[in-house]
DNA sequence: CATTTTTGTAACCTAAAAGCAACACTTTTA
DNA sequence: TAAAAGTGTTGCTTTTAGGTTACAAAAATG
């Protein structure tokens, strides 16, 4: 079974939903749900993805990171530009301030 | 013209690459290159999408936000880390990190 | 200026995504 | 226990993404 496709049981199973009732939430077949579970559809549409992510109360990202459409996470525009102030820091200095991180954090204490 | 056709026209042009060449370098049709940028082509596949960003040398999420699959930003797994690791220091804790970072910072020239 | 070469566009074709309908099997429910 | 509703699965059909070829206009080269 693929990733997407226990991505997609697990949360369906988890919300005690049928596969054909979860298409109905997402306004797609249900075959489709089953093929994607089972890994027989291996490039879907981010479109039905995101239907699928509405249906389930889920953040988009996520089943989009299960497809393997997205590496790495995702955060909102605003969060970015507060971390816009680190991201030119080579992974060496991001270990010395997560370094320094832990040296406040032990001097609360 | 669309979001995503004005992306990658513009960085197109800026390489003074023309569609063909841009399209043997993504290895797909010259055809979908111009039905792209004239927004032609409505649910473009991710998988076009990378090999696209490939070949201009792009963030494969840029061209991701620009064709309206994901909104905000993508960070690496890597500075999500560092993310979630700041997020209960206090302002004034924060404040000491990005005197530290800047300190940093300069102590590379 | 004539002739290659490049470029954008459009017509046609193929393959894959997604829906529809029917099938067997299980679980309700009366 | 028999009818009914629910569930997973499987062909078949429709739609669309993407490729191949062809063609006309523009640009480059002699």
Redesign the pocket.
């Known amino acids: 079974m693929s990733d997407l496709g226990k991505f997609i049981f697990e949360h369906r199973t988890a919300k005690n939903l ?4 979860l ?1 109905e939430l997402a ?6 749900i ?5 890994g027989e ?5 981010p ?2 993805l995101k239907f699928i992510a509405n249906a389930l109360q889920l953040p988009y990202d996520d089943i989009m990171k299960a497809a393997g459409y997205i590496d790495g996470t995702c955060i909102s525009p605003l969060i970015a530009a507060h971390l816009a102030i680190i991201t030119d820091l080579t992974d060496q200095e991001l270990e010395e301030v997560h370094n320094f991180i832990e040296f406040l954090r032990n001097k609360r204490k």
């Open positions: 049928s596969s054909r009732k298409a306004n797609i077949s249900h075959t489709e089953h093929r994607l579970e089972n559809r291996k490039h879907p549409s479109l039905v």
